[in-house]
């Protein structure tokens, strides 16, 4: 590598991960013969799920680089703020959460790194680099970002919604949602805004965990999928007597 240039990253990208155990112990499972030297968080690593102290143990306790952002969902259950901007079951869960966290983990989400920020010329946040709770959902709102922010990379999660949006040189603004899974090449001229979908609450209609794994060097983007024990992810919720909506939509991916 030439002397100066900025190290790249070839990382385990993962989002909204929501207090799913079952579905962050089967991602990390099915990753851990590829190869990548960072691992990045986009944020929400609570809310919605039971088991938020087994997530907050793994991810805290993950050897190598990490690189982890906060989310709206961790902002909130840590105390840092309160529900009232949230559906019923979601702030039941963050309430919830908030008196389930053990000290360490209530610590560790109050410390987390409020996004935006930038790793070997990756721009990390939440929902967008101006708002960690504003959803990107469509074209519209990624030519928003993409006009505001200059790096070649942005990644995003929020949504739950694995998506590539890009830029070229004459400022046309086009994207995609991934559908399963597939490696995506980046072309040289264009930025790109990635959204690498969620672990513990997909809501494509697919209730596989999603998870990408990104080269800025390579300029690839490979999109996995991969199926946990949704039963056991329910029966958490459901004994812990939050909501079932909770518990029936990881079924369902909705």
């Not at 990208?13 to 962050?24: C, F, G, M, P």
């Not at 989400?109 to 990390?124: N, W």
């Not at 709102?141 to 990379?153: C, I, M, T």
């Amino acid at each position: 590598m030439a002397r100066g240039r900025e190290a790249g990253v070839r990382a385990l990208v993962v989002s909204d991960l929501h207090s799913n155990a079952e579905a962050l112990r089967a991602v990390l499972n099915h990753v851990r013969r590829k190869k990548f030297d960072t691992v990045i968080c986009l944020g929400d690593f609570v809310g919605y799920g039971a088991q938020p102290n087994q997530v907050l143990d793994t991810m805290r306790t993950l050897r190598g680089r990490k690189i982890y952002i906060r989310g709206n969902h961790d902002r909130v259950a840590s105390g840092l703020d309160d529900a009232n901007g949230f559906n019923h079951a979601a702030k039941a869960a963050a309430l919830w959460t908030r008196d389930h966290l053990s000290p360490i983990n209530r610590r560790f989400l109050r410390d987390l790194v409020v996004g935006p920020t930038l790793a070997g010329g990756v721009l990390i946040c939440h929902g967008s680099p101006y708002d960690e709770d504003e959803y990107v959902f469509n074209v519209h709102h990624a030519a928003q970002v993409l006009a505001l922010y200059e790096a070649p990379f942005i990644l995003f999660g929020h949504t739950h919604l694995p998506a590539v949006f890009s830029i070229d040189g004459e400022r046309a603004v086009k994207g995609f949602a991934v559908r399963g899974e597939a490696t995506v090449r980046l072309e040289p001229n264009e930025r790109y805004l990635i959204n690498p979908g969620s672990v513990g609450q997909p809501r494509d209609r697919n209730p596989s965990s999603a998870c990408i794994i990104f080269d800025s060097d390579k300029r690839t983007v490979q999109f996995f999928r991969v199926e946990y024990d949704v039963g056991r992810a329910q029966a958490s919720i459901l004994k812990a007597g939050l909501p079932d909506v909770l518990a029936q939509r990881l079924r369902y991916g909705t």
